[in-house]
């Protein structure tokens, strides 16, 4: 694609995001920005000199079930949107961060931007969730720093393609939070112990397959899905949306797409059960993970030079710096 292309495929791409959070927060006003609420009050608490850890507890249904599980990095970012209201604020995230991924996908790659009909891209949408721009990150390794607002995702981008400076971007905006609440590590770590416990894929029985990724392990994308085999993440479709980076066609990622809906629809009648969670596993495991599998174990073993010249300098294709160098390139 084009410069021109790329800049309205992402704005095209951002808008359909920003759109669907914006109907889903506006829809439902009680649960304020959805998921994204946490890092929105956060930031609000931040700004009015709060510690966001003391000040927000579990005080209703949610968004107010459970404290601040972010870290407060999360709230850091979201301070530009801390004013606005918390559909718009939400709306806004979601839009920015559509774009970049639309951005970053659409240079060489464009086949992925079948991820944007996908299951896992509406989920992370409508909830407000940090999976786009963690995706983008992967692409993108200006966008690393955000990696220290999910971690466990954020490690997932940083090993499809490794970059010091992105981490030491992650780093230093763990830093600056310090400045704002000096204890903050400290008390993410204790709010973590109260969270709900979630598991990689791997494991489980059901799940042990995800492992098998490790055949590839030379390839970023290998690397990607192992990471996704291991870190912990919530079976609820937004955490998969990475796993979009491994189809290498049109083909492969329209069918990843739709069985990701096949899965979605298997899963809607017990989405409001208190096991939404673990009703979900087996079809995300079954219709996402092993679709997905299949196809990178369907690529070749080495990587190609561009792949593994991007791999050790993290800066993108040869030749490209970050500024224009973000968007995948070579063949996968």
Not at 34 to 57: E, I, N, T
């Amino acid at each position: 694609m084009t410069r021109a292309e790329r800049i309205g495929t992402a704005g095209v791409f951002g808008t359909w995001g920003a759109f669907i959070a914006w109907f889903g927060m506006s829809a439902a006003p009680h649960q304020l920005a959805k998921d994204f609420s946490w890092p929105w009050r956060a930031a609000r608490f931040l700004l009015d000199g709060h510690d966001p850890y003391v000040a927000m507890q579990a005080t209703g249904p949610y968004p107010f079930n459970v404290g601040l599980f972010y870290p407060l990095p999360a709230g850091i970012l979201a301070i530009p949107l801390a004013p606005l209201q918390p559909a718009t604020a939400g709306a806004l995230f979601v839009g920015i961060s559509a774009a970049l991924l639309a951005w970053a996908i659409s240079g060489d790659a464009p086949h992925r931007l079948w991820m944007f009909a996908s299951a896992p891209f509406a989920m992370a949408a409508l909830l407000g969730q940090w999976s786009p721009i963690l995706t983008a990150a992967a692409l993108m390794p200006a966008l690393q720093f955000a990696m220290a607002a999910k971690p466990n995702i954020g490690l997932v981008a940083w090993l499809y393609r490794p970059s010091w400076k992105g981490a030491a971007a992650a780093v230093a905006l763990g830093i600056v939070a310090l400045a704002f609440v000096p204890r903050w590590p400290l008390e993410w770590l204790e709010a973590l112990r109260a969270a709900p416990r979630y598991r990689g894929p791997a494991f489980s029985v059901l799940g042990a397959f995800t492992l098998l990724a490790v055949l590839r392990w030379r390839r970023r994308e290998g690397r990607l899905m192992l990471g996704m085999a291991l870190v912990p993440q919530l079976a609820l479709f937004y955490d998969q949306l990475p796993l979009w980076l491994v189809p290498g066609t049109w083909r492969r990622s329209a069918v990843l797409t739709v069985l990701s809906w096949v899965a979605w629809f298997l899963w809607y009648p017990s989405r409001a059960l208190e096991s939404s969670v673990a009703a979900a596993t087996p079809w995300i495991l079954l219709l996402v993970y092993a679709p997905a599998l299949v196809m990178l174990l369907a690529l070749p073993r080495v990587p190609d030079k561009d792949q593994r010249s991007t791999t050790r300098t993290g800066l993108g294709p040869v030749g490209h710096t970050w500024k224009g160098g973000g968007a995948e390139t070579g063949q996968t």
